[in-house]
Protein backbone atom coordinates (compact mmCIF):
# COMPACT_ATOMS: atom_id res chain seq x y z
CA UNK A 1 0.00 0.00 0.00
CA UNK A 2 1.77 3.12 -0.86
CA UNK A 3 -1.10 5.59 -0.73
CA UNK A 4 -2.29 8.12 2.15
CA UNK A 5 -5.83 8.17 2.39
CA UNK A 6 -7.78 11.20 3.44
CA UNK A 7 -11.70 11.54 4.31
CA UNK A 8 -13.54 12.78 4.01
CA UNK A 9 -12.96 14.12 0.64
CA UNK A 10 -15.05 17.26 0.45
CA UNK A 11 -16.81 18.63 3.69
CA UNK A 12 -19.06 22.01 4.52
CA UNK A 13 -19.24 23.19 7.84
CA UNK A 14 -20.83 25.97 9.28
CA UNK A 15 -18.79 28.50 11.35
CA UNK A 16 -20.12 26.94 14.86
CA UNK A 17 -19.64 23.24 13.72
CA UNK A 18 -17.10 20.82 14.91
CA UNK A 19 -15.53 18.51 12.72
CA UNK A 20 -12.58 16.58 11.70
CA UNK A 21 -10.41 15.29 8.46
CA UNK A 22 -8.93 12.13 9.27
CA UNK A 23 -5.51 10.62 6.85
CA UNK A 24 -4.25 7.22 7.09
CA UNK A 25 -1.03 5.23 5.59
CA UNK A 26 -0.14 1.96 6.23
CA UNK A 27 3.11 2.46 4.29
CA UNK A 28 5.39 2.28 7.97
CA UNK A 29 5.81 6.07 7.58
CA UNK A 30 6.73 7.94 11.11
CA UNK A 31 6.43 11.18 9.99
CA UNK A 32 3.04 13.23 9.11
CA UNK A 33 2.17 16.50 7.61
CA UNK A 34 -0.88 18.73 7.37
CA UNK A 35 -0.75 21.07 4.59
CA UNK A 36 -3.35 23.76 3.58
CA UNK A 37 -3.73 24.95 -0.08
CA UNK A 38 -5.84 27.88 -1.42
CA UNK A 39 -6.96 27.99 -4.97
CA UNK A 40 -3.89 28.88 -7.20
CA UNK A 41 -1.50 28.82 -3.88
CA UNK A 42 1.27 26.40 -2.86
CA UNK A 43 0.98 24.22 -0.85
CA UNK A 44 1.39 25.62 3.23
CA UNK A 45 2.76 23.72 5.77
CA UNK A 46 0.48 23.24 9.16
CA UNK A 47 1.80 20.79 11.22
CA UNK A 48 4.30 17.80 11.33
CA UNK A 49 4.13 14.72 13.69
CA UNK A 50 7.20 12.89 13.88
CA UNK A 51 7.05 9.20 15.69
CA UNK A 52 3.24 10.34 16.77
CA UNK A 53 4.59 13.84 18.97
CA UNK A 54 4.39 17.05 17.12
CA UNK A 55 7.35 18.19 16.09
CA UNK A 56 6.40 21.54 14.02
CA UNK A 57 3.58 23.89 14.60
CA UNK A 58 3.50 26.90 12.39
CA UNK A 59 1.89 29.10 14.12
CA UNK A 60 -1.41 27.47 13.27
CA UNK A 61 -4.43 29.56 15.15
CA UNK A 62 -5.86 27.26 17.72
CA UNK A 63 -9.28 26.44 16.12
CA UNK A 64 -7.28 23.76 13.87
CA UNK A 65 -6.45 21.20 16.71
CA UNK A 66 -4.04 18.17 14.89
CA UNK A 67 -3.84 14.46 16.82
CA UNK A 68 -1.89 11.39 16.00
CA UNK A 69 -3.51 8.58 18.00
CA UNK A 70 -0.76 6.32 16.56
CA UNK A 71 1.64 5.66 13.61
CA UNK A 72 -0.74 5.59 11.10
CA UNK A 73 -3.48 7.79 11.47
CA UNK A 74 -3.49 11.60 11.34
CA UNK A 75 -6.74 14.02 12.01
CA UNK A 76 -7.47 17.73 12.20
CA UNK A 77 -10.07 19.02 14.55
CA UNK A 78 -11.94 21.51 13.37
CA UNK A 79 -13.86 24.14 15.70
CA UNK A 80 -15.21 27.64 15.37
CA UNK A 81 -13.42 27.66 11.82
CA UNK A 82 -13.94 30.98 9.55
CA UNK A 83 -14.84 30.92 5.76
CA UNK A 84 -11.49 32.20 4.88
CA UNK A 85 -10.37 28.65 5.93
CA UNK A 86 -12.12 27.20 3.16
CA UNK A 87 -9.38 25.40 1.47
CA UNK A 88 -8.01 22.16 0.15
CA UNK A 89 -6.36 20.57 3.27
CA UNK A 90 -3.28 17.99 2.37
CA UNK A 91 -1.79 15.01 4.34
CA UNK A 92 1.30 14.12 3.36
CA UNK A 93 3.73 11.07 4.98
CA UNK A 94 7.18 10.29 4.98
CA UNK A 95 9.48 7.50 6.58
CA UNK A 96 11.03 9.46 9.31
CA UNK A 97 11.98 13.37 9.45
CA UNK A 98 15.43 13.27 8.49
CA UNK A 99 17.83 13.96 5.40
CA UNK A 100 17.57 12.21 2.58
CA UNK A 101 14.52 9.95 4.06
CA UNK A 102 11.68 12.97 3.96
CA UNK A 103 10.19 12.36 0.16
CA UNK A 104 6.80 13.28 0.99
CA UNK A 105 3.74 10.81 -0.25
CA UNK A 106 0.40 13.52 -0.60
CA UNK A 107 -3.28 12.51 -0.07
CA UNK A 108 -5.34 13.31 -2.37
CA UNK A 109 -6.49 16.19 0.23
CA UNK A 110 -9.90 17.19 1.67
CA UNK A 111 -11.92 20.16 0.26
CA UNK A 112 -13.35 22.21 2.82
CA UNK A 113 -16.00 24.83 2.58
CA UNK A 114 -16.96 27.10 5.89
CA UNK A 115 -20.15 28.63 5.57
CA UNK B 1 13.72 31.58 6.03
CA UNK B 2 14.23 29.45 2.71
CA UNK B 3 12.35 30.10 -0.10
CA UNK B 4 11.86 28.87 -3.70
CA UNK B 5 11.02 31.19 -6.91
CA UNK B 6 9.40 29.93 -9.94
CA UNK B 7 9.10 33.00 -12.13
CA UNK B 8 6.73 31.23 -14.77
CA UNK B 9 3.70 31.54 -13.48
CA UNK B 10 1.64 30.15 -16.38
CA UNK B 11 3.36 28.30 -19.77
CA UNK B 12 1.73 27.56 -22.51
CA UNK B 13 3.06 25.30 -25.20
CA UNK B 14 2.33 22.83 -28.33
CA UNK B 15 2.74 19.42 -27.95
CA UNK B 16 6.26 18.27 -29.00
CA UNK B 17 8.31 21.60 -27.77
CA UNK B 18 10.18 21.40 -25.17
CA UNK B 19 9.94 21.79 -21.98
CA UNK B 20 11.99 24.20 -18.91
CA UNK B 21 10.53 25.53 -15.59
CA UNK B 22 12.81 27.38 -13.79
CA UNK B 23 13.03 26.97 -10.43
CA UNK B 24 15.54 29.22 -7.69
CA UNK B 25 15.76 28.98 -4.16
CA UNK B 26 17.68 31.25 -1.47
CA UNK B 27 20.04 28.97 0.81
CA UNK B 28 23.68 29.03 1.21
CA UNK B 29 23.92 25.22 2.80
CA UNK B 30 23.05 21.92 1.85
CA UNK B 31 19.72 21.45 0.34
CA UNK B 32 16.89 19.10 -0.73
CA UNK B 33 15.33 19.74 -3.87
CA UNK B 34 12.38 18.48 -5.56
CA UNK B 35 9.64 18.63 -8.32
CA UNK B 36 6.00 17.82 -7.82
CA UNK B 37 3.25 17.38 -10.21
CA UNK B 38 -0.14 18.46 -9.19
CA UNK B 39 -3.15 17.19 -12.04
CA UNK B 40 -6.10 18.71 -12.71
CA UNK B 41 -8.15 17.23 -9.90
CA UNK B 42 -5.43 14.66 -8.20
CA UNK B 43 -3.08 14.52 -5.68
CA UNK B 44 0.52 15.69 -5.43
CA UNK B 45 2.95 13.79 -6.94
CA UNK B 46 6.44 13.43 -7.02
CA UNK B 47 8.11 13.70 -10.23
CA UNK B 48 11.51 13.81 -9.02
CA UNK B 49 14.32 14.43 -6.12
CA UNK B 50 17.82 15.23 -6.07
CA UNK B 51 19.39 14.65 -2.53
CA UNK B 52 23.27 14.38 -3.51
CA UNK B 53 25.72 13.21 -6.38
CA UNK B 54 24.55 13.47 -10.07
CA UNK B 55 23.08 16.76 -10.40
CA UNK B 56 21.45 15.79 -13.35
CA UNK B 57 18.22 13.30 -12.08
CA UNK B 58 15.73 12.08 -13.87
CA UNK B 59 12.43 11.23 -12.75
CA UNK B 60 8.88 9.71 -14.06
CA UNK B 61 7.28 10.33 -17.62
CA UNK B 62 10.36 11.90 -19.02
CA UNK B 63 11.36 14.81 -16.91
CA UNK B 64 14.74 15.84 -15.74
CA UNK B 65 16.36 18.25 -13.30
CA UNK B 66 19.76 19.68 -12.96
CA UNK B 67 20.87 20.97 -9.67
CA UNK B 68 23.18 23.88 -10.36
CA UNK B 69 24.36 24.94 -6.99
CA UNK B 70 26.26 28.00 -7.73
CA UNK B 71 23.05 28.94 -9.62
CA UNK B 72 21.01 28.16 -6.44
CA UNK B 73 18.70 26.62 -9.52
CA UNK B 74 16.65 23.60 -10.14
CA UNK B 75 15.44 23.65 -13.38
CA UNK B 76 12.55 21.10 -14.61
CA UNK B 77 12.96 20.07 -18.49
CA UNK B 78 11.44 17.86 -21.03
CA UNK B 79 12.52 17.53 -24.65
CA UNK B 80 8.81 17.08 -25.86
CA UNK B 81 5.75 17.57 -24.09
CA UNK B 82 2.78 15.67 -24.54
CA UNK B 83 -0.98 17.20 -23.98
CA UNK B 84 -1.28 15.25 -20.76
CA UNK B 85 1.27 16.82 -19.15
CA UNK B 86 -0.73 19.72 -18.31
CA UNK B 87 -0.92 20.72 -14.78
CA UNK B 88 0.36 22.73 -12.23
CA UNK B 89 3.65 21.95 -11.09
CA UNK B 90 5.18 22.68 -8.10
CA UNK B 91 9.37 23.54 -7.07
CA UNK B 92 10.16 22.56 -3.39
CA UNK B 93 13.25 22.01 -1.10
CA UNK B 94 13.90 21.26 2.64
CA UNK B 95 17.06 22.80 3.75
CA UNK B 96 16.96 23.17 7.56
CA UNK B 97 18.13 19.79 8.21
CA UNK B 98 16.81 18.54 11.48
CA UNK B 99 13.62 21.15 11.71
CA UNK B 100 12.13 19.39 8.45
CA UNK B 101 10.34 21.70 6.44
CA UNK B 102 9.41 21.41 2.84
CA UNK B 103 8.62 24.56 1.43
CA UNK B 104 7.18 24.93 -1.97
CA UNK B 105 7.92 27.35 -5.15
CA UNK B 106 4.41 29.53 -6.32
CA UNK B 107 3.88 27.20 -8.73
CA UNK B 108 3.59 27.18 -12.86
CA UNK B 109 0.66 26.21 -14.81
CA UNK B 110 2.00 24.35 -17.83
CA UNK B 111 -0.92 23.88 -20.43
CA UNK B 112 -0.16 22.19 -23.38
CA UNK B 113 -2.34 22.43 -26.46
CA UNK B 114 -2.83 19.56 -29.36
Known amino acids: DTEVTQTPKHLVMGMTNKKSLKCEQH?????MYWYKQKAKKPPELMFV???????INESVPSRFSPECPNSSLLNLHLHALQPEDSALYLC??????????????FGAGSRLTVL | AQSVSQHNHHVILSEAASLELGCNYS??????LFWYVQYPGQHLQLLLK??????LVKGIKGFEAEFIKSKFSFNLRKPSVQWSDTAEYFC????????????FGTGTRLTIIP
Open chain 2, 50 to 55: YFSGDP
Open chain 1, 92 to 105: ASSQVLSPGANVLT
Open chain 1, 49 to 55: YSYEKLS
Open chain 1, 27 to 31: MGHRA
Open chain 2, 92 to 103: AVITNFGNEKLT
Open chain 2, 27 to 32: YGGTVN
